[in-house]
């Protein structure tokens, strides 16, 4: 059977833990019968990840760069779903505005390294972003109907990259 695919809500900041939290999240497998897990985004934002100058040189510059795609967690924590999620992120910044859909199941559940090249021109400079959000696992207690944060806090980072030849401000 195909998994079930359910838009989520990216959210802004940090979210209450609370049903309307939990609801808008993607539903995770759990262990323990008398709780139900849910994965919540919040907090889009690009980081610079290379700045390469090559405005002094005569020939063009190419760099490598290794980046992490996926959930990444500060502990053992992973993420296990039947359900696919879809959601969009907009990163938003005064000079900049990138908006992008990804849909995620199983195969998100763990950071994988990816390469990403940038060619930069004789006499210019170049400055390599990636998107990234938050997430946290919101958890509801059946047994006593309360709404917990469990685990630390991950990053998702995603596939959307962003040179720029000045800073994005």
Known sequence: MPPVSKKIKVFDSFPPASKDTFDQGALLLSEKPDEQLSLILYGQDLQNIAYIDNRTSDATAKYDKSVTVGF???????????????????FVKASFKLTLTLTFSQQWSRAVTDTHSVEVPAGKEAYLYQGYVRSRILRHSTADDTYSWIGTTGTLYTPAYVTRNKPIT
């Open 72 to 90: 990444s967690f500060t502990t053992t924590q992973s993420i296990s779903t039947e359900v696919a999620a879809e959601f969009s992120i907009e």
